[in-house]
């Protein structure tokens, strides 16, 4: 081939449709670079500020760019609309999340810049990994979701739990990788292609790669959304992260990390369907109550609602089990509810954890509604959307996995999720009637709650109520988005 | 079914109203909490009183003062709302006795802490319940219906008595888990109906239309009245209920035992019988037995209780099977009863309660032994404690007479022994009521103490007030409610015409 054919074949990326994931590319690359040459005093002020201007001027590029979608890179980034949706809730949460660092780390007294690079790296990966079919840059991005995951994890150099929790993430994570990337192997072997979506419309003899393709790949992520029996990691990490990120791995990480396997979704054809809704309704029954029976004996409160993480991705997996588009709705409904709420509560823990001689149990929580009422009301919230009761949005997204699940006839598993709830019940109705039916035993007082905390807090406090109380909002998004991803 | 479009948007308000109230409790000052309270309940009474007067009884089989807003257009989610003969009823019911329930908290000596949040819990719950009453979307229908569990279930757990905790986690974790049942059962209707007709819509009306027969009919019917029989509650589910009884503040208990029990009823006629049709034929023998379980059961449990609060629940859970019973016996005279008794046992356990409530803070006991001869130097509450007790015995004249007179006559129809098994019922309802007024009028015990006791007056009185008014009227002048309903509880037994 001639040099200048070779040079005719290049095709210019249209970076209008990689705009939010530029910024936060540059918002990295910046922050990096101050990190390096400011001041320990600047860089507590710019710092943040950068990453804050980065993130909310990628929020606005993901309103503008809102409409286009297509494929660039050589077809191997594409934007969609469900990644845009995924997005828009990425950069919001993480917004969230990024006005309770900067107190929350001074309090440990262990703020160090790493912390915001590593924040906009591992947002930047989490944005890529949901918006990509080509196999190679979803492998990419999630070992990129993952490295960034554990540095966070292990933030807090001096603690011990944090460098256990770490510790045990990177080997079952790296584990996850790896099988994700054999799979991936398998399914290039069986297509000959690195395109999910020719893979799977790929009319070929030999279903045997394929299947085991798809397995391995599945068995990556499940490692990665903590489905039993891969999610041994999951509290001890959840648990031992600096809370802010716990929030962050909950919420944006449980997002990204489900995308593609919700990708995979429509593409499963007839002739796996039942064995898809077998495989996957089966290990989504044992995460939910696994997790839930587990969570129900725990006396701290961040493995507690690391336990509910584990037992909500059986939830969403129970979505995953209906190939139908009402299933796929569901998912993505579920997906964007987990996170809001988990990031709120997680971040509400966040801010107890600062006030004095905190440790996390649940018996602390005696009598909350005296000594922070407006917390004790955000937090209480939380738990009800979690359990799912109405009008918060974890009822829609139950609601809506019970349509999905009766579509395809799945009784058992519908009975199945409600056993679950029963159970879960009894937990987060507990922290409910500690805090508002018990007497308090110990002072709470958060010390010098910033009105960004408080305000990110309400904002995600009032999602949860009003994305279920006037649901258009966000269905405009997820209706055309779950139909276009059938229209393949 | 008709729709009559409202000319003004008055069930909105009623739910507005008590709602809007709250939050105004809630940041108005601690002084003005009570006035609050009693002005919202009161003007929402008096809302309904309008409904009540424009009300086109020549049509009350149809769906009036009907108003719709979109929430989410391609699943057909809709706040439907509208008020027909059998909505009415309950509606009226709910505004009376939350307007009761707060009258009486004014002067309660259990409520002294934490008050804007007891106003605010009571006037959510009555704006929640309007709202069970009165739509006629199945998913706004279930958001209400799940809601009004939040506020007693705090109602309990702060303000109720020594096992307020143990209590109000029972009635949290029956109440939302039997409700998932329902959750269920109303996705699955709507997902079928979707498979058939090719849109999704949890409108009542499109769903009646619906035919949902065979395996399916009696799947629903059964995810459906799970949620309902533990809300009613029926005899294996109703554990929950002495336990939220014995414990919740005397409000709590008014509200819980006069309106949260018949939004199970209620639900069991709109729904259960309404849209299943078939397999509420199907199961009727089954139906029916468990009612008359119910009514014996807890008739013969009543008697035994020590405990004046469990004896009222008890009391009420038997009424609640005259009720059942009397539905499932599908026919005119059945639902008549069956829809009148859930009024009437809604003054009557309403003032048993408070009764219980008045006693309890004279002698701070709920013991019966020590309540012997109680009401001796109280002669206008013996009076008050007399109709009650007497009107939900089931005497003529007093307001459940009617439920329990036509349920025997409509038992008849299906031969003298299922009507002589409904008597026993009766009977031993009476045994019970005559018992407790045994003890509060004839047994002796030394006087010292009551001696000095003061007469019922004020605020609690004009609550008993308002809830005798309406037994008497029934008592004596059935027909001016069962003009209201009838022509509704027809129209959901026209269907089992064709059925045969």
Known sequence: MEVKELIGTIELPDLGLFLPELIVLITAFVLFTLDLALSPARKRLLLPSISAIGYVSAFISLFLTGGMTGDTFYRTFTKDTLGTLIKIFEVLITIGVLAFANRYFRHRRSLYGEFYYMLAFTLLASMILVSSYNLIVIYVALEFVSIGFYILTALMRGSFIAKEGAYKYLILGGLSIALASYGAVFMYIYAGSIDLREILTYRGQDHHYLILGIVLFLIGFAIKIGAVPFHFWLPDAYQGAPTPITAFMASVGKMAFFVPVVRIMPLIGEKFSFAWMITVGVIAAVTMLYGNIVALVQKDIKRLLAYSSIAHSGYILAGVAVTETIGLKAVIYFLIAYGVMSAGAFLAVALLERSGGWENTIAEFSGLRFSAPYLAFSFMIFMFALLGVPPTVGFVGKTLVFMALSYDKLWWLALIIILSTAISTGYYVRLVVLMYMKDREKEVSVRERSYLETASLAVLTLLTILLAVFPSAIWELISPSAEILFQR | ?500
């Open chain 2, 1 to 500: 079914m008709e729709i009559i479009e409202a000319p003004f948007p008055f069930v909105t308000l009623s739910i507005a109203v008590p709602a809007l109230f709250a939050l105004g409790v809630l940041y108005l000052s601690q002084k003005h909490v009570k006035i609050l309270g009693v002005l919202g309940s009161l003007i929402t009474f008096f809302i309904s009183l309008i409904v009540l007067y424009l009300f086109d009884y020549s049509r009350a089989g149809s769906v009036q003062f009907y108003e719709e807003y979109l929430i989410l257009e391609e699943l057909g989610v809709k706040l439907s709302l509208g008020i027909d003969g059998l909505s009415l009823i309950m509606y009226l019911l709910t505004t009376l006795v939350s307007l009761v329930a707060i009258l009486w908290s004014i002067r309660d000596h259990q409520i002294s802490t934490r008050l804007r949040e007891y106003f605010f819990a009571f006037l959510l719950s009555e704006s929640f319940l309007i709202g069970v009453f009165t739509s006629f979307d199945l998913i706004v229908f279930f958001v209400f219906y799940e809601l009004t569990l939040l506020p007693m279930f705090f109602a309990i757990g702060i303000w109720g008595y020594k096992l307020r905790l143990y209590s109000a986690y029972k009635f949290f974790i029956y109440i939302f888990v039997s409700s998932l049942f329902l959750l269920l059962g109303v996705a699955t209707a709507v997902v079928l109906n979707y498979q058939k007709t090719g849109s999704f819509s949890f409108s009542y009306f499109d769903l009646l239309k619906a035919d949902f027969s065979g395996t399916a009919g009696l799947l629903l019917f059964v995810l459906f009245f799970i949620a309902f029989a533990v809300k009613t509650p029926l005899v294996p589910f109703h554990t929950w209920l002495p336990d939220a009884h014995g414990e919740a503040p005397t409000a709590g208990s008014v509200v819980l035992a006069a309106i949260l029990l018949k939004m199970g009823t209620y639900a069991l006629v709109r729904f259960n019988i309404g849209l299943f049709p078939e397999a509420t034929l199907k199961l009727m023998p089954y139906l029916v037995s468990i009612g008359i379980i119910t009514i014996l059961y807890a008739s013969w449990m009543t008697i035994v209780q020590n405990n004046v609060k469990r004896f009222v629940a008890y009391s009420s859970v038997s009424h609640m099977g005259f009720i059942v019973t009397a539905m499932f016996l599908l026919n005119r005279e059945g639902m008549k009863a069956s829809v009148i008794e859930m009024f009437a046992h809604g003054m009557t356990s309403a003032s048993l309660f408070m009764i219980a409530g008045f006693i309890y803070n004279r002698l701070h006991t709920f013991n019966m032994n020590s309540l012997r001869g109680s009401v001796k130097f109280m002669p206008l509450f013996a009076v008050i404690v007399a109709l009650t007790a007497f009107a939900s015995m089931g005497l003529p004249g007093g307001s459940s007479f009617w439920g329990k007179f036509l349920t025997v006559l409509s038992a008849k129809e299906y031969g003298t022994k299922l009507a002589l098994l409904v008597l026993g019922g009766a009977f031993f309802s009476a045994a019970y009521v005559l018992y407790m007024l045994k003890t509060l009028f004839l047994d002796v015990r030394e006087e010292s103490i009551l001696i000095h006791f003061t007469d019922i007056r004020g605020y609690k009185l004009l609550s008993f007030l308002l809830l005798l008014i309406p037994i008497l009227l029934i008592g004596f002048f059935p027909h001016l409610f069962f003009g209201m309903f009838v022509e509704a509880t027809d129209l959901i037994l026209k269907r089992f015409i064709n059925l045969g």
